[in-house]
């Protein structure tokens, strides 16, 4: 049954995020140093004779696995409140250990592009990706210059370890060139915290413009008022941390 995923939050996330691909990364960039073509075929068979093996988690898979978590709050013949799509430069034939990991874990994950090495980020406005999460800088940096959608670069932080199990999906914004323009972020770079001030207090009651994650933030409040629950009991959590002080 095909959905009208307006009210639908849509992630998409590189095949090298969701899941560990160091070791078949490694193996193509240790053999692409002699010969790219033999490069190319040394990691296809690999990917073909562990095609059956289980990939590991990623740095993303935490969050998508919680997010996912949301749609047990989808009501009967509505459109998911969260759909995840796996995007990747794998080939097909080579992406069938991505898929059949996603099948072993059972994740509910029904969409994905193997692009065959070509850029995964003109293929985000095709399946109305609201936000794109990724490994690679340079391909969240072209998302975000683009306009398609939202971009994130997803690394590992010192000593952390995520815990979903509360259920609960927490998401912090910055607030300056991210969520609003940066219009007061260029002041209080290029004038000092005085200019910013005073900026700010002349146009308090002026909207900021919009920044890259405004619409990814409608998109989750949005999903918000999808859930049968108050919002100081819902299992989304927004929260905006800046360096500003709050006045």
């Known amino acids: ?71 047990i709050y989808r009501q009967e013949d509505d459109a998911p409140l969260v759909e995840v799509v796996i995007m990747s430069r794998n080939s097909p034939d080579t992406g069938i250990r991505v898929l059949n990991t996603v099948r072993n874990m059972k994740l509910g994950i029904t969409r994905s592009a193997f692009t065959a090495g070509e850029s995964t980020v003109d293929y985000l406005e095709a399946f ?22 939202a971009s994130a670069v997803l690394s590992t932080p010192p000593q952390y370890q995520c815990d979903t199990s509360d259920g609960q999906v927490r998401i912090a914004f910055d607030g300056d060139a991210v969520l609003f ?12 915290i005085d200019a910013f001030h005073e900026k700010e207090s002349r146009k308090q009651d002026i909207p900021m413009n919009e920044g890259p994650f405004a619409a ?11 859930l049968p629950m108050k919002v100081e009991h819902s299992p989304v959590r927004i929260a905006i941390v800046t360096a500003r002080n709050s006045p």
């Open 181 to 192: 323009d940066e219009s007061s972020e260029l002041v209080y770079k290029e004038e000092g």
């Open 216 to 226: 990814f933030l409608k998109k989750l409040a949005a999903l918000q008022e999808r």
């Open 1 to 71: 049954m095909a959905f009208n995923l307006e009210k639908t939050l849509v992630i998409g996330i590189s095949a090298t995020a969701l899941f560990d691909l160091s070791e078949s990364d490694a193996l193509f960039k240790k053999n692409c140093v002699k010969d790219p073509e033999h490069a190319i075929e040394v990691y296809r068979e690999h990917m073909r004779n562990n095609e059956d093996i289980p990939l590991e988690e990623g740095i993303g898979f935490p969050l998508v696995k919680a997010l996912l978590g949301l749609n």
């Open 128 to 149: 109305d990706v609201d936000l794109f999460l990724t490994t690679n800088e340079a391909d969240a940096q072209k998302v975000i210059d683009s306009g398609v959608c």
